[in-house]
């Protein structure tokens, strides 16, 4: 079974400061790796997403995430956040090998950017 | 806008009510699913249509009815709900099974 552990519920941070916000996975087969994004009153966005090739993996707004398979990891990370960067963030996993749906998502990463 | 049109956005029904969610996408995909996102609790898959075929429910209680008539249309019926039932209604699909999901804006759903 896979899971996807998100180890910060909030993250509050200053306009124009760096953010991490931290994901961890957990699966015995190889995973694709994605990212998402939820502003208020809105359905989920893909950010972002690791398929295969380079670990390293960029958004069109500046984020980026970096799949680290020694560590299990999925970090998202940008150098310098935006007031309208404020929204839940998820991280989700999913088993390219199974035939069956397969995409867990962690509980989510409220990022609040204050001014 | 993701090609992922959901209708209602907001409903408000009584727990006597017979409702449904309606799920639309023109983009191609062959899986659509419903999850269910509610307060202080992380994302719950409910259904998941596979070419038309239900491959998953997770233990979701009858009184939610999922129907899959084509691979472009989806819909949740709802009847006899709880007030626990009230919740982001959010509908999603992807290409195939293991790839990203696109998602509808939600339906927000009331049970008083």
Same mark, same amino acid.
């Given at each position: ?115 | 806008? +993701?090609?992922?049109?959901?209708? %209602? ?7 006597? $009510?017979?409702?449904? !969610? ?32 239900? +491959?998953?429910?997770?233990?979701? %209680? ?7 008539? $084509?691979?472009?249309? !989806? ?38």
């Amino acid at each position: 079974a896979q899971s996807v552990t998100q180890l910060d519920s909030q993250v509050p941070v200053f306009e124009e400061a760096p953010v991490e916000l931290r994901c961890n996975y957990s699966s015995s087969v190889s995973v694709y790796l994605f990212w998402y994004v939820q502003y208020p009153n809105q359905g989920l966005q893909l950010l972002l997403k690791y398929l295969s090739g380079s670990t390293l993996v960029e958004s069109i707004n500046g984020f980026e995430a970096e799949f680290n398979k020694s560590q299990t990891s999925f970090h998202l990370r940008k150098p310098s956040v935006h007031i309208s960067d404020t929204a839940e963030y998820f991280c989700a996993v999913s088993n390219p090998e199974g035939s069956n749906y397969k995409l867990t998502f962690g509980k989510g990463t409220l990022l609040t950017v204050n001014p | 806008e +993701t090609g992922v049109t959901q209708t %209602p956005r907001h409903l408000v029904m009584g727990m006597t $009510n017979k409702k449904s !969610l309606k799920c639309e996408q023109h983009l191609g995909h062959n899986a659509m699913y419903w999850y269910k996102q509610s307060a202080k609790k992380p994302l719950e898959l409910m259904f998941v249509y596979n070419f038309k075929e239900q +491959t998953e429910n997770n233990s979701v %209680p009858s009184r939610f009815s999922p129907e899959c008539p $084509n691979s472009s249309h !989806l819909f949740l019926h709802l009847h006899t709900l709880q007030p626990e039932d009230s919740a982001l209604y959010l509908c999603a699909s992807s290409r195939r099974a293991d790839t990203e999901a696109f998602f509808g804006q939600g339906t927000r759903l009331t049970v008083v």
